[in-house]
């Protein structure tokens, strides 16, 4: 089994953009179809607008992995009034939320799929998970309604390995990543703190700290069945010692299973402390 949170919040849109009322802390919300380069597809990006002339920063929201195409077609875009995203909102960023090849009724192919269990290649899913993120940003940031850099990639499970590769070959508008419980091949068979080789995930996690400069925050919480925090440690030794810039923090249990913590109702006031210090030098409008 494969680390996935299924967002299940939101409409997806069809067309180029689509206009919602504002709500409280909100401006104006689109849905845009976006192209990947090099695949001949495209997403689906929702962008959320805070309240306010100003022009904001741009938190990217990525969503996590499943290997199961049903859970996959039915997934849809995060709301623009979803806790995480009304989170940012209520502190003046800008908030969008790709939803990836694959994903969504009008997704198309798979392209995060790592292969078999006992022969992973998750250098090669983070890269292309980080290919349709970079897609998003590079898009986004041409839009007048955002600033065109210093970018924030927040990714969550696969989301948040897909942001590590990101930053191995990071945009140019890029700021900083933020990780949250990220990693693939968790819960291999179903069972709890099993990975499918967790050897090849610590292995690759080096590789994407190779090359990668732009600052990371790291979360993972004590009660993690994915990624437990001894796995994610290895990890972060990985990606600092080949050159890697992270910050980490090992958050207590959170409910039944930490790894759903991020997008839960009562997810904020969890994460919420921790991420606003470490975007203390990028604030939301210049």
Do not use: K
């Amino acid at each position: 089994m494969w680390a996935w949170v299924g967002l299940g919040l939101g409409m997806l849109l069809a067309g180029c953009a689509a206009v919602a009322e504002p709500a409280s802390g909100r401006g104006l919300e689109q849905t845009l179809r976006v192209a990947v380069p090099g695949t001949g597809a495209e997403i689906t990006v929702r962008l959320c607008l805070p309240a306010g002339a100003e022009v904001p920063r741009l938190v990217l929201i990525n969503h996590g992995s499943t290997p199961n195409a049903d859970l996959r077609q039915r997934q849809q875009p995060l709301a623009c009034d979803h806790p995480a995203a009304a989170w940012f909102l209520a502190r003046g960023y800008a908030v969008a939320a790709p939803l990836r090849r694959g994903y969504g009724a009008a997704g198309g192919a798979w392209a995060g799929d790592f292969g078999p269990c006992t022969a992973p290649n998750y250098r090669h899913a983070g890269r292309e998970t980080a290919r349709d993120i970079r897609a998003a940003i590079n898009h986004l940031v041409t839009l007048p309604s955002v600033q065109a850099d210093g970018v924030i990639v927040l990714g969550h499970s696969g989301g948040g390995w897909g942001a590590l590769a990101l930053a191995a070959e990071p945009p140019v508008a890029l700021g900083a990543i933020i990780n949250i419980a990220g990693g693939r091949g968790g819960r291999a068979g179903g069972r709890p703190n099993v990975n499918c080789q967790p050897t090849a995930l610590v292995a690759s996690a080096g590789e994407f700290g190779a090359t990668a400069r732009v600052p990371s925050l790291w979360l993972y919480t004590a009660n993690d069945s994915f990624f437990d925090v001894p796995l994610a440690q290895r990890m972060l030794e990985a990606y600092r010692g080949a050159g890697g810039q992270a910050e980490f923090h090992a958050l207590p249990a959170f409910g039944s299973d930490g790894h759903q913590q991020f997008f839960a109702v009562e997810g904020p006031a969890a994460w919420g402390p921790v991420v606003a210090q470490f975007l203390a030098p990028y604030p939301s409008r210049r």
